[in-house]
């Protein structure tokens, strides 16, 4: 049973306890619930119980127990999780801890647990972490005998992880105490529609009827609708599917679509409004300019007049923008006030009857012959429906009016959609009444001579039933004639160029109960637009700047006082407002800017239909009436409108936003917005996956996949170089690293964030695997098995020679040995890389490091430190070396290398860090930089399939191998027969297209040197068993027996032979490729294998050992 007042939550026990618990974690969002308009609701349930006398006033009982917790009661027992040897401490919210009266450390849902901590303005509360909950806890004892705070045994979590606690503030740059916010209606809607309403409303849509007639403009205005309600529907889904920052459109686009469209949206976004503002304003200058000249009161000329009034206006405009939101808001207030009251006179004035001098200039009031007349259209000097519909068009594109300032709104998620959708209905009814207003009592034509007008007093002739009141105060009917009206012979010129719907753009303010209304709703619909424009630059470009995705901008993000004005933002707006200003004549822009906001409707309604299609389980929208079809529609409805403005203008545009995107999409600016482009990058990749199940292997599309074990890549960087060279853009590739010891000591090595972030510095692409065992064999098969999906597996083991496997024990050379006999069981490739240098830091070579720089624990290994990755053996000198190791517990010795503890004369250690010489950075930059010359010898013994003789093929295709040239080797059947195998060689690698001028058949027949001999039997004498030790095959397998020794003598003799063939021809060779030596099961141990290896690729140029897995891979059919 619960009982609740407006702050406490009580929660009744099995044993009849009350336990009160914080409301804000049950209720989140407080208020902000309450005006939520979303579909999600939360039931509240009335409190019927008062909070307990021993409570704080505010009902939070846990307060008191948040940072003092030396004064803790027993039923409320703190706990501390220590997180690695740094001593970081995490306490969360010791509420948690009395959840349901249940001694848990669980937290119940809470906002706080869900915020972005950047947005935070205080105090966060924070969930237990995983390892706070799972772990098990050592209780220790604090002075007083109690129960001190639980500490893990092992750190768990990586430093790079930050942890908020309970009375931790939280620095934000976000300032809200005291900054204006709107609601929908001043916020959105009244910026909207003095936006939609603007100089159009009272100049151009006569013009629009005239031509169009009123069916055919009603089309145009619905149309119009139409599109900007697919894109206020797309908006909400938008709005709603999260919380809204400031930026508006550019916000909504970025977060949706990625940096790419969103900061090419974003900036042209900007200088749109930028000009646009110098549009209005120009607009507003012409209209004083006209007043001016009509009372011959020019101060200078007609150009420079606007110059004057433009640029005195638009000081105006910045000066009430920079005071601050809240005064603009109410000169929005005013203008719209000014703007309603003219269309009021105008209604009121259309019911009046008109004078004489009115009616011979096309006014002559409702009339049905009018009406009939002017429905349909009648197209004059070329004009269509659509272009009508591109000079209108642009008085509907005001509608992002009230998301540019979405920052600047109290709850951007309702009132965008609310306001937006409620300006569009509005602005769309009152466009259709003026425009019927004007087709029934406005004729198309008018000769506006007053003579012309002719008095009956006869029904028959009667064209207009108004009646006027005359001088004697009796009233008379007066009837036009509209023939005579509009009979233009009766002009000077023989036309009528200057009065009617067609010819007259001041039709407005002569039906206007009172003129000079009209020319104030002029007035205000520009300056409002202006104003409007100059507020959502600056805003829409301070965010676009604080998200840093161009350089050098970022000066513009600065926001000065509570509402974060962008001051410098508001300048360089007016400074571009002010340039266009000078110039006077924007007629040849105003097409470009339309079109700009134009793209931002198609790329909203595209956002909105790309989160839809991407089936993201965090697109969640809260607005219900919006479909991803109706807003894939309404993109391509707004790009056939671009098109059908201006179509030179629609691929200006298309060419600024794609240099824009292209520009973006290269720089790769370091953001992660969760957009639908990345949640199509993985839906993607799970259809491919997937449809490339169904695909059946063909011999012509085998491609090597290859997993190598790396350990943890940059600690190998040449191994990794030399497989990237093989997969590049090709096939895939794995890097695979086997952590040896308990999962619970490793977790921090398990995380890939630092090997990916390698990866992708040094330009490798691959994936990354980290596998913990008990054994490294048991980390090789886990990987071997499980590492891949689908036919996305690899196919072929690379691994390091085991350099060191003659000074290290038995049971390790055994695991290696062992790994590679399970590659073949699992039917992969195995190949095995030999550098005389080593790999990175596991070397072979005179420079070695000294003792008392080397101090790991005892399952400790060495880590190369970011500081070498990609430096240059020649940027670096002995007596100027960076430390380069840095310690981590845990075992990840993967291919044998060995470190060892004297100096023989290496490079001088200069401080007390481990120093590294110039010959370990050339051995591990070996395969990154240069391109290699030479050749590549292939000493394709035994067919294994092909995949011998198609590594070095692909090799040669790659930059960093494509000037080396191939020399294939390969072994004589029978004596004699040499010049035949080599022909037949030669025939078999032609068919195969692989170009090979250089061929050689070798003869293997010949028994080695004594010398060489006696060095491999010196080289195994160590491993041979010594059965007056007690050691015998079963308890040491890796051992080579007498019989064993001799059974194999033939095999030994051959890879002696072979490696004096190889230093006589491949000495100079830039890289070795031969068949790997099979290892019979029961027939070969251990030892025996390693020491053919070892003969075969020591002291030798890098050499690639490689055995396929006996099945085809190359092929001569098309």
């Known amino acids: 049973m619960a009982h609740m007042d407006s702050s406490t939550i009580t929660v009744k026990t099995a044993d009849g306890r009350l336990t009160p618990d914080k409301d804000d974690m049950l209720d989140p969002g407080g208020d902000e619930m309450k005006k939520s308009s979303s579909r999600f609701k939360v039931a509240r349930v009335e409190f019927v119980e008062k909070k307990d006398d021993n409570e704080n006033e505010d009902g939070d009982w846990s307060k008191t127990d948040e940072v003092n917790h030396g004064n803790r009661s027993p039923e409320s027992p703190s706990v501390t999780f220590s997180l690695g040897t740094d001593s970081l401490t995490h306490s969360y919210d ?24 950047l947005s935070a303005t205080g105090v966060l509360k924070s969930r237990p972490t995983l390892a706070e909950l799972h772990e ?46 709107f609601g929908w209606i001043k916020g959105v809607l009244i910026r909207c529609l003095l936006n939609i309403w603007g100089v159009m ?103 420079n007049d606007i110059r004057i009034v433009g640029v005195i206006t638009i000081v105006i405009l910045l000066c009430i923008a920079i005071i601050g939101m809240e005064w603009e808001a109410r000169a ?66 005001g509608i992002l009016a009230g998301a540019n300032i979405s920052g600047d709104l109290k709850d951007a998620s309702a009132s965008i959609p609310k306001g937006t959708l409620s300006a569009i209905l509005l602005s769309t009814i009152i466009y259709l009444i003026v425009a019927w207003m004007l087709g029934a009592s406005v004729a198309r034509d008018a000769t506006g001579y007053l003579p012309a007008i002719v008095v009956s007093n006869i029904t028959s002739t009667i064209v207009n039933g108004t009646t006027v009141m005359n001088s004697t105060d009796i009233i008379i009917p007066r009837h036009y004639n509209l023939d005579v009206i509009r009979n233009c012979s009766q002009t000077a010129s023989g036309v009528c160029d200057k009065y009617g719907l067609l010819h007259d753009y001041q039709v407005m303010e002569m039906m206007s109960a009172f003129g000079p209304l009209v020319t104030a709703g002029i007035f205000s619909a520009t300056l409002s637009s202006a104003l409007a424009s100059l507020v ?32 410098l933002a508001y300048l360089l707006a007016f400074a571009i407002g002010f340039a266009f200003v000078c110039i006077g004549d924007l007629n040849a822009i105003a097409p470009v800017i339309s079109n700009f906001f134009l793209m931002s409707y198609a790329l909203i309604n595209y956002s909105c239909f790309d989160a839809s299609l ?50 973006v999409h290269y720089r790769k600016p370091d953001v992660n917005w969760g957009s639908s482009t990345q949640a199509h990058v993985y839906r993607g990749a799970l259809q491919s996956a997937l449809k490339l199940i169904s695909v059946e292997d063909h011999i012509k599309n085998f491609r090597p996949q290859v997993l190598v074990l790396s350990g943890v890549p940059e600690n190998r960087p040449a191994l990794v170089d030399f497989v990237s060279h093989i997969t590049k853009k090709i096939s895939l590739m794995v890097c695979g690293n086997i952590v040896v010891g308990d999962q619970k000591h490793n977790l921090k090595v398990v995380l890939s964030e630092e090997a990916y972030a390698w990866l992708n510095k040094r ?33 072929l083991l690379m691994m390091g020679f085991k350099s060191n496997w003659s000074s290290c024990s038995g049971k390790e050379v055994f695991e290696y040995f062992n790994v590679i006999h399970d590659a073949f069981d699992l039917r992969f490739g195995v190949g095995i890389l030999r550098l005389k240098e080593g790999f990175g830091l596991d070397v072979d070579h005179e420079a070695d490091f000294e003792p008392d720089t080397l101090d790991p624990t005892e399952d400790g290994i060495l880590f190369l430190s970011k500081k070498v990755k990609d430096v240059s053996e020649d940027d670096i000198t002995p007596e100027d070396t960076p430390p380069l190791i840095q310690e981590t517990k845990a075992t990840s010795n993967i291919n044998g290398g060995e470190h060892k503890n004297a100096n023989n004369g290496g490079a001088p250690i200069l401080k007390p860090d481990l120093q590294i010489n110039k010959e370990v950075l050339k051995a591990m930059n070996k395969f990154h930089r240069g391109k290699k010359k030479g050749t590549i010898d292939v000493w394709w013994l035994f067919d294994d399939g092909g995949l011998t003789l198609l590594i070095p093929y692909i090799l ?37 297209r692989i170009e090979c001028k250089d061929m050689n058949v070798i003869n293997v027949s010949k028994p080695p040197k004594e010398e060489s001999v006696r060095d491999f039997n010196s080289r195994l004498s160590d491993w041979m068993l010594d059965e007056s030790k007690g050691e015998t095959s079963e308890n040491c397998p890796w051992k080579t027996s007498a019989s064993e020794l001799e059974t194999l003598k033939d095999k030994t003799n051959r890879h002696i032979r072979l490696r004096e063939l190889m230093i006589e021809n491949s000495r100079d060779a830039s890289l070795i490729v031969m068949t790997l030596p099979m290892p019979r099961k029961a027939g070969c141990s251990a030892s025996m294998y390693m020491s053919w290896i070892d003969t075969l690729t020591r002291d030798m140029p890098p050499i690639l050992l490689l055995r396929g897995n006996q099945t085809s891979v190359l092929t001569f059919y098309s």
């Open 332 to 397: 929005q207030l005013i203008l719209l006030g000014v703007l309603i009251i003219a269309l009021v006179a105008s209604a009121v004035g259309s019911f009046l009857p008109p004078p004489e001098e009115k009616v011979v200039k096309g006014y002559i009031g409702y009339n049905v012959q009018l009406f009939k007349e002017n429905l349909l259209p009648d197209y004059r000097e070329g004009e269509s429906f659509f272009s009508v519909f591109a000079v209108f068009f642009p008085a509907a594109t």
């Open 201 to 303: 409303l009272f100049i151009r849509l006569s013009w629009c009827v005239g031509q169009a007639g009123m069916v055919c403009t009603s089309l145009i205005i619905l149309l119009s609708g139409v599109v900007t309600t697919l894109t206020a529907l797309s908006m909400s889904a938008i709005c709603t599917n999260g919380s809204i920052k400031g930026g508006g459109a550019y916000f909504m686009i970025s977060r949706s679509l990625g940096p790419e469209f969103g900061g090419a949206i974003g900036l042209i976004f900007s200088v749109a409004n930028a000009v646009a503002v110098a549009m209005y304003v120009v607009g507003f200058a012409e209209t004083v300019r006209d007043l001016l000249k009509a009372h011959d009161a020019l101060m200078v000329d007609e150009v």
């Open 614 to 663: 991407a089936r993201s389980p965090g697109w969640r929208p809260a607005f219900r009436f919006y479909s991803m079809w109706i807003s894939l529609l309404g993109a391509i409805i707004c790009l056939a409108v671009m098109f059908i403005i201006n179509w030179w203008t629609a691929l200006i545009t298309f060419g600024v936003i794609c240099a824009l995107f292209v520009y």
């Open 94 to 117: 010791t509420g948690n801890m009395k959840t349901f009266a249940m001694n848990t450390h669980e937290a119940l849902p809470c906002m706080d647990h869900y915020r972005n901590i």
């Open 136 to 181: 098990e806890m050592a209780i220790e004892m604090d002075e007083a005998g109690g129960d001190a705070r639980g500490r893990h045994k092992e750190p768990l979590i990586g430093s790079e992880e930050k942890i908020i606690g309970d009375g931790q503030p939280v620095v934000t740059t976000e300032k809200i105490t005291g900054s204006t916010k």
């Open 536 to 567: 959502s630059a600056p805003k829409v470009f301070q965010a676009v700047c604080k998200d840093k995705i161009f350089p050098k901008i970022h000066i513009f993000a600065k926001g000065y006082g509570n509402d974060d004005s962008p001051r």
């Open 956 to 992: 040669t295709t790659k930059s960093h191998w494509g000037n080396c040239r191939l020399r294939v080797f390969t072994v004589s059947k029978k004596k004699g027969e040499i010049d035949r195998e080599q022909q037949q060689m030669a025939t078999l690698l032609s068919k195969f």
């Open 763 to 795: 330009h490798i692409k691959s994936f990354y695997r980290t596998a913990t065992a008990p054994s490294f064999r048991l980390g090789a098969q886990s990987l071997m098995q499980l590492c891949g999906i689908g036919k996305l597996r690899p196919n």
